[in-house]
């Protein structure tokens, strides 16, 4: 019997990722009668401001190039928010957000605006972080007639002012940081009250194409990081539920040939909640991303 156990993590950054690539996974993970905790942007897709990231962040253009990101995303999605109006994403596809949680799957926030809370958070006043979030949840209890009681934040970009608005909204849990374990964060010299539960694996567009990593080899890395305890794995609608989907469909028939748990990250903060320590949370670098993200300290 495995002492493993899995934490889907699934980022739904764009209208064409949600339009396309959950109703892909829904029907992937009904196939595998696997539950997933599903984190939704809520407002206008401006993917096409992260050409910016160009002239900002170090390796971006070779992470695009290297995770095939044109056909992953598509040339519409890349061009909304500037040649393309920027669309709304939940207001679009409300029932594609009610069909995730009907089908028994955690619905959360990942961000109003992804590109803008990734790209420009640090510089947001505190009013502009409650803005944001505010947004986010606003709408999020429209289409589900309740509060949201978890949040992802865009790329893994957080701030002090971010885990204090997450606080004051009462949430179980967030999944805002890269780590080993569940955690109370510890940032700015302030101890914050939610939950924290890190992705401890590498996304796929971290490790594909680098160190000889393929399709072909991908999941076996993925198999090598397996450990005992909480794994939590962060996918991407667009990726797995598109261009990757049969790289992920053979992913998780090796993690159930290796008799896994799955479980959703409600789950895992309900086993971890009371014993979590506090750790420092600090913006740093991450091999396989372009810019800084949240990493779990001591």
Request: aromatic share 10%; proline share 5%; hydrophobic share 40%.
């Amino acid at each position: 019997m495995s002492t493993s156990t899995v934490a889907l993590k699934v980022d739904v950054d764009t209208y064409a990722g949600t339009r396309d690539g959950v109703p892909r996974l829904l029907s992937i993970f009904e196939d595998f009668g696997i539950k997933a905790t599903f984190y939704f942007s809520m407002g206008p897709d401006n993917s096409g401001k992260a050409i910016r990231r160009l002239f900002t962040r170090k390796g971006f253009l070779k992470k695009m190039l290297r995770t095939k990101a044109p056909a992953a995303y598509g040339i519409k999605t890349m061009l909304y928010g500037t040649l393309l109006p920027a669309p709304l994403i939940a207001k679009s596809f409300p029932d594609i957000l009610r069909e995730t949680e009907r089908k028994g799957h955690e619905t959360g926030i990942h961000c109003w605006d992804h590109v803008k809370w990734h790209d420009l958070l640090p510089w947001f006043p505190k009013q502009v972080t409650a803005m944001e979030l505010g947004k986010a949840g606003s709408t999020f209890e429209k289409i589900f007639a309740r509060r949201t009681r978890t949040t992802a934040a865009p790329g893994w970009t957080v701030s002090p002012d971010s885990l204090e608005v997450q606080d004051a909204m009462e949430l179980e849990y967030c999944s805002d940081s890269r780590g080993r374990y569940p955690f109370y964060p510890v940032m700015g010299g302030r101890t914050f009250k939610t939950l924290q539960i890190p992705s401890n694996w590498p996304t796929m567009d971290e490790i594909l194409g680098e160190n000889g990593i393929s399709e072909e080899t991908i999941n076996d890395h993925y198999l090598s990081l397996l450990q005992p305890g909480l794994n939590v794995h962060t996918i991407h609608a667009e990726m797995e539920g598109g261009i990757l989907s049969t790289v992920f469909i053979d992913l998780l028939k090796k993690l159930v040939a290796a008799d896994v748990r799955f479980i959703t990250l409600s789950e895992a903060a309900k086993e971890h909640a009371a014993t979590a320590p506090t750790c420092t949370l600090e913006m740093g670098e991450l091999t396989g991303r372009a810019g800084d993200v949240a990493i779990q300290g001591r």
